[in-house]
């Protein structure tokens, strides 16, 4: 599945110097810089990321594109509005459907509580609306109960597009425990809701042997 971005890296990401780094800032698409990284202005940069997406979905064999926590716009940067996330979100998920049918369209956002205040994703407004085809919030917690809660908030926000989102190790260092990501999955199975798991190591690496039997016969 394809992620494209709407940021550009800097730090210890840089594209400081790159071609593309280069192009935005002499196209002007470059809205200001915000918790590390350099952000563009979706008005201005989405027709060539629209370009960028419709060359995958029409040369390679994907099903699917997944805009996640880098396809947000700051509300701390002067020229990131609501509006125009919402324009560019309509506008990509059109292109995608156009070129192909059957892409599956994803959005990966932060969770509900910042995801439109901080950043301008309205998962709710996207989901009512068609633009997305599916919701998987990054719902990153180690407390099953706030799990729970997240996963009730989210599905009254966005409804049957939810998919439960979970991670064994957003933070490598500490990896959430086996017991409370079995019961995060146990939660998600009880509503009938699909599950996502971050990220591949988690459960090639961590868990392995206690993923292939919880999910062994198709459960």
Same mark, same amino acid.
């Given at each position: ?13 840089? &594209?400081?110097?790159?071609?593309? #780094? ?19 202005? %979706?008005?201005?940069?989405? =027709? ?20 996640? #926590? ?5 509300? @701390? ?5 609501? @509006? ?31 995801? &439109?205040?901080?950043?301008?994703? #309205?998962?709710?407004?996207? @989901? /009512? ?7 998987? %919030? ?5 407390? %099953?109960?706030?799990?729970?809660? #997240? ?8 409804? =049957? /597009?939810?998919?439960?989102?979970? &991670? ?18 146990? @939660? ?12 591949? /190591? ?16 198709? /459960?």
């Amino acid at each position: 599945m394809l992620r494209p971005a709407a940021r550009i890296y800097d730090g210890t990401y840089t &594209a400081q110097g790159s071609v593309f #780094d280069n192009v935005a800032k002499a196209r002007g698409w470059v809205l200001g810089t915000y918790n590390g990284y350099t952000w563009m202005d %979706p008005t201005k940069s989405i =027709g060539t990321m629209i370009n960028m997406v419709k060359d995958a979905v029409n040369g390679y064999p994907i099903n699917g594109v997944q805009f996640d #926590d880098h396809w947000v716009c700051p509300t @701390a940067v002067a020229g990131c509005t609501a @509006a125009a996330m919402d324009q560019a979100m309509s506008q990509m998920t059109a292109a995608i459907r156009s070129a192909r049918g059957g892409v599956l369209v994803s959005l990966a956002p932060i969770v509900l509580a910042y995801s &439109a205040s901080k950043y301008n994703v #309205d998962m709710a407004k996207w @989901a /009512k609306n068609e633009w997305v085809d599916e919701v998987v %919030p990054q719902m990153y917690t180690d407390n %099953p109960v706030q799990y729970v809660k #997240d996963l009730d908030t989210h599905l009254k926000a966005v409804g =049957g /597009k939810l998919i439960a989102g979970m &991670a064994i190790n957003h933070d490598p260092s500490a990896p959430a425990s086996w017991t409370a990501v079995s019961q995060f999955i146990a @939660a998600a199975q009880k509503k009938g809701l699909g599950i996502c798991i971050w990220y591949a /190591k988690g459960f090639l690496g961590n868990y392995e042997t206690q993923i292939s039997a919880t999910f062994a016969g198709g /459960k």
